[in-house]
């Protein structure tokens, strides 16, 4: 008997036993839980979103709360993306932190609160190859480009969307120099790091560009109430392409020849308003049918 028993487990393919006990571990072994959550660098807190779905968890929020503000420190400022994955039986933890989008991270290397409504014309900042680098590299995992300098390009072409000038220059500009190998050295070294002279320097160059800014929108201003006093009584929209022709940016034109404004001064002689609230009628009867 003993002997049938020990060829009937000799009987039984090897294979078969090794899928068996794989299948065991998987069905027993249970899922961890996910937490995924938004928070500010290094200011993380129990509270919402983040105390109440750890909650349930029978975790140590506290603890948690510790490591993601220790993790996310760096990011000061910024809002980062953080994924928490919980054993509930063992209660261990594991924290993901992601990284904020690279415009937040061009605006924290460039210190602004935020980037140009203008990107073609108006310029608010300045930042140098090395902080470029530094942003690519801390976006690795988020970017599709498969070399640093690729990752580096598709930095730089965030930045031209924000109005940032990238060594002095337009984004498109500073691109054609990547490609044709000028910072080659920069980013095989990996270089980062900016000297106190340099940052100083990035300082005075925001100033200047703000100044400059400021300087061409009282430009602007002064030709477009000029405009607007010259042609006064004449329809809006003739106004309006009048000022558009000169080159005055449509949220000032917006501010300075809102249609209310345009049809009070076109009262006097009478002509434009009139036939715009003529247009107008049409519209209030069809509506009333």
């Known amino acids: 008997m003993a002997e049938k028993q020990c060829r009937a487990v000799k009987f039984v393919p090897k294979a078969r036993i090794e899928i068996f006990k794989n299948y065991t571990t998987i069905q027993i072994k249970m899922p961890k839980e996910k ?4 928070v500010e660098g290094g200011k993380a807190t129990a509270a919402p979103p983040l105390g109440p779905a750890l909650g349930p968890m029978g975790v140590n929020i506290g603890q948690v709360v510790s ?23 063992t209660k261990q933890y594991e924290i993901i932190i992601g990284t904020p989008p690279a415009s937040g991270l061009i605006k924290k290397e460039a210190n602004l609160e935020k980037g140009s409504g203008k990107a073609k014309h108006e310029m608010v900042a300045d930042i140098l190859i090395e902080q470029v680098i530094k942003i690519a590299k801390m976006k690795e995992t988020a970017t599709l480009g498969k070399s640093l300098k690729e990752k580096v390009k598709e930095v730089i072409g965030t930045c031209q969307s924000m109005g940032i000038l990238v060594e002095g ?4 500009e500073t691109l054609r120099d990547v490609e044709a190998g ?49 042609m006064a009584g ?16 449509d949220d000032m034109i917006k501010e300075l020849l809102p249609v209310e404004a345009a049809a009070a001064a076109g009262a ?3 002509a434009a ?6 247009k107008e009628a049409p519209k209030k009867e069809e509506k009333k049918k």
């Open 67 to 89: 490591d993601i503000n220790k993790k996310t420190s760096s990011f000061q400022g910024m809002q980062v993306p953080v994924k928490i994955f919980i054993d509930k039986e």
């Open 169 to 172: 220059k337009h984004a498109k």
């Open 268 to 270: 006097a002689p009478g």
């Open 273 to 278: 308003p009139a036939a715009e609230a003529k």
């Open 35 to 38: 937490v995924e959550v938004l």
């Open 234 to 249: 004449k329809a809006r929209g003739e106004i309006k392409a009048k000022l558009v022709q000169a080159g005055i940016p």
């Open 182 to 230: 000028l910072f080659d050295e920069e980013i095989r070294l990996e270089k980062i790091e900016l000297t106190a002279e340099e940052l100083a320097k990035l300082e005075e160059e925001k100033k200047k560009l703000a100044e400059e800014l400021a300087k061409r929108k009282a430009e602007f201003e002064k030709i477009a109430k000029e405009l607007i006093a010259q």
